[in-house]
Each structure stands twice: as C-alpha cells, then as structure tokens.
C-alpha cells in the first residue's frame, strides 16, 4: 500500500474516533433531551462513517474489493439515524404539550394575547 493511502485511512480513522468520542462526549455531558439527542445523531454518525469509508478505501487499495457489508452498514447508517433522531423528538416534543408554564412567566388572565413590545402592526 502506498504511503499516500495510508496517510489517507489513518488520518479518516483518527477523524472518525474523534467524532466519536465527541458524540458519547455530548451524550454524557449535555444537560437537556434534544442537546443529548444532537450529539449522537450527528457527530456519532459522521464518526462512523469516515471510520467505514476508511475501510472501504483500505479494502480497495488492498485488491480484497469493497465489500457489500460495508456498503450496506454506510447506507443503513445514514438512513436511519436521522430518521430514528427525527421520530424520537417529535415523540419528545408530543409529550411536552401537557407541561406547565415556565415559572418565569406566569400568564396574566386578565392581559391581552398581543405583545406591546412587538414592533408590527396589529391584524385586522
């Protein structure tokens, strides 16, 4: 293999465990649902990823050919991690309908809906 190559799977490895590591990092350490949703479906995802495409060079460089397993797992990847991060805030966000107010600020019954300090004009 060529030095240039092997330049190349290093430095994709070395990239994809950093994004790694930065998304079980984000996941660990961020303090709300949809912040500890991010990290993983996002950083974990581009980590993986150039951790298979460093594969697949390393096999297409060696003369083993790429194989479909790792063709299959990118493509199953990239799919349903944003599908499955998707469905679980939308699930997050249906079960927050029920929460009350934020005790910052509490609602006057009395006070009009429209906001004074909204520079628009009011609807017709």
């Known amino acids: 293999m060529s030095t240039l190559f092997e330049i190349v799977v290093?430095?994709?490895?070395?990239?994809?465990?950093?994004?790694?590591?930065?998304?079980?990092?984000?996941?660990?350490?961020?303090?709300?649902?949809?912040?500890?949703?991010?990290?993983?479906?996002?950083?974990?995802?581009?980590?993986?990823?150039?951790?298979l495409f460093a594969s697949i060079v390393y096999h297409w460089v060696n003369g083993s050919g790429v194989h479909p397993r790792e063709l299959l797992i990118?493509?199953?990847?990239?799919?349903?991690?944003?599908?499955?991060?998707?469905?679980?805030?939308?699930?997050?966000?249906?079960?927050?309908?029920?929460?009350?107010p934020h005790p910052d600020r509490t609602p006057d019954p009395d006070d009009a809906t429209v906001d004074r300090d909204d520079p628009a004009p009011p609807e017709r």
């Open 74 to 100: 990118t493509v199953f990847l990239f799919l349903t991690a944003p599908i499955s991060a998707h469905l679980m805030s939308r699930a997050a966000l249906s079960l927050m309908d029920d929460r009350p």
């Open 10 to 51: 290093v430095s994709l490895l070395v990239v994809g465990c950093f994004f790694t590591l930065l998304g079980g990092v984000a996941m660990v350490k961020l303090s709300d649902f949809f912040r500890r949703l991010h990290g993983p479906a996002k950083a974990s995802t581009l980590g993986v990823g150039c951790i």
